[in-house]
């Protein structure tokens, strides 16, 4: 009986350490949007050399007056419903972002808005 007992007590702090671990990862590894300066407002107009339509929110390789920018855009879900579609973010294609540099990453921003042709697109 003893040792059902401790067995479910080791199963249990096993449990709590590695929910632990998972919380701090996370937490240690997404970066919160007050890194970004919201008082300075970028509107880049430039090329898509690369994207990425994954959780936790997308992201772009972005070429904009011979900088590449690292942009980071919202969830799939809400591009998605806002009408930014994964097949809109083709390499080669033109757009427009509008968004916040970050305050110590150079060359990575925080996307509001990106227009693709006629399409603006909000995402937050």
């Given at each position: 009986m003893k040792s059902n007992i401790l067995i479910r007590q080791r199963i249990a702090t096993l449990f709590m350490a590695a929910l632990a671990v998972a919380c701090f990862s996370f937490a240690t590894f997404h970066h919160g949007w007050?890194?970004?300066?919201?008082?300075?407002?970028?509107?880049?107009?430039?090329?898509?050399?690369?994207?990425s339509y994954?959780?936790?929110?997308?992201?772009?390789?972005?070429?904009?007056d011979d900088?590449?920018?690292t942009v980071v855009l919202a969830p799939p879900s809400r591009m998605e419903s806002r009408g930014l579609q994964e097949s809109m973010l083709k390499e080669g294609v033109q757009a427009?972002?509008?968004?916040?540099?970050?305050?110590?990453?150079?060359?990575?921003?925080?996307?509001?808005?990106?227009?693709?042709?006629?399409?603006?697109?909000?995402l937050r």
């Open positions: 007050s890194s970004y300066d919201q008082k300075k407002v970028l509107n880049l107009k430039g090329e898509i050399l690369e994207y994954d959780n936790p929110h997308g992201m772009l390789k972005f070429k904009a900088r590449t920018w427009t972002v509008v968004g916040y540099p970050h305050l110590k990453i150079k060359d990575e921003m925080r996307a509001e808005r990106i227009t693709i042709g006629e399409k603006t697109t909000e």
